[in-house]
C-alpha cells in the first residue's frame, strides 16, 4: 500500500484483488454470445475454475446478461442501424421478423450461476449504464472489479472504462476474454494495457486467491 494524504491506496496486484474488495464479473457468456467468441474452447475453462476458486476465496461473482430493447417501441435509432450491421441487412423490417429463441440468452451451462451470485441484465456494452451494478457494488463494499466474458472490444473494454471513471479498479483477464473478431480483440487489449489498466492472466489472479 502507498499512502497519500492519509489515504490508503492498493498498489500491487495482490492488494488491488484482495478477496473481501473484489469481484469477478463474467460478461455475456450466454449462448448467443460467448461460444462465437475465436478462443471460447481456451477461455472456458479457465473462467470456470476461475469463478469456483472466487467463490472459495469470498470473492463475489456477478454475472451480465444481454437483454435487447424492443425493436419497435423502446429502441434508440443509433442501435436500430447498429443491429442493422450486424445483421447484414439494409431493412430493418427482417429485424422485426427475427425469431428469438429463449436458449440464447440462457449462461452456458459451464458457467451456471450459484446462489450467492449475482445475475444482472443489461441492455448496453457496459455494465453501468442503465442498470444497478454500481449500487450493488459498492452495497457489497466492492472496490475492484476483475473482467472475463465476450467481447473484448464491447462490453469488457466498455464496462472496464466506465468502472475505472467511477473509481473502481479494473483488472482485464487475457486469456478469458474473447471476440469473434480476433483482430478488434487484440487492438482492445493492447490499447487498454497502454491505458494503464491491470492486464493479467487468469493464473496470475488465482495464485492470489489461493494463498491461505
Known amino acids: 500500500m502507498i499512502e497519500i494524504a492519509g489515504k490508503k491506496i492498493a498498489t500491487t496486484l495482490a492488494e488491488i484483488v ?3 474488495r473484489t469481484a469477478l464479473l463474467i460478461w455475456d457468456m450466454e449462448y448467443a454470445i460467448g461460444p462465437n467468441a475465436f478462443n471460447y474452447q481456451d477461455m472456458l475453462p479457465k473462467l470456470q475454475e476461475l469463478a469456483a476458486l472466487a467463490r472459495s476465496a469470498g470473492v463475489r461473482v456477478c454475472y451480465s446478461v444481454q437483454t435487447p430493447f424492443d425493436l419497435a417501441k423502446e429502441e434508440a435509432g443509433v442501435w436500430v442501424r447498429i443491429r442493422m450491421k450486424r445483421a447484414k441487412t439494409s431493412d430493418p423490417q427482417k429485424l422485426l421478423s427475427e425469431k428469438k429463441d429463449p436458449h440464447d440468452r ?15 441484465q443489461k441492455r448496453r456494452p457496459d455494465g453501468f449504464i442503465g442498470t444497478d451494478l454500481d449500487l450493488i457494488l459498492r452495497s457489497n463494499g466492492i472496490k475492484t472489479l476483475v ?9 469488457v473494454e466498455g464496462t472496464a472504462r466506465s468502472a475505472r471513471n467511477l473509481g473502481y479498479d479494473v483488472v482485464v483477464l487475457t486469456d478469458c476474454v474473447g471476440s469473434r ?3 478488434a480483440h487484440d487492438m482492445a487489449l ?3 494495457e497502454q491505458s494503464f489498466f491491470d492486464v493479467v492472466t487468469a493464473a496470475d489472479i488465482s495464485a492470489i486467491w489461493r494463498q491461505p
Open 18 to 20: 484482495e478477496p473481501s
Open 106 to 120: 440462457e449462461i452456458i451451462t459451464e458457467l451456471q450461476p450459484q446462489p450467492q451470485d449475482i445475475v444482472f
Open 147 to 155: 473482467i472475463g466474458g465476450v467481447a473484448t472490444e464491447g462490453g
Open 181 to 183: 473478431n480476433r483482430e
Open 190 to 192: 493492447k490499447l487498454m
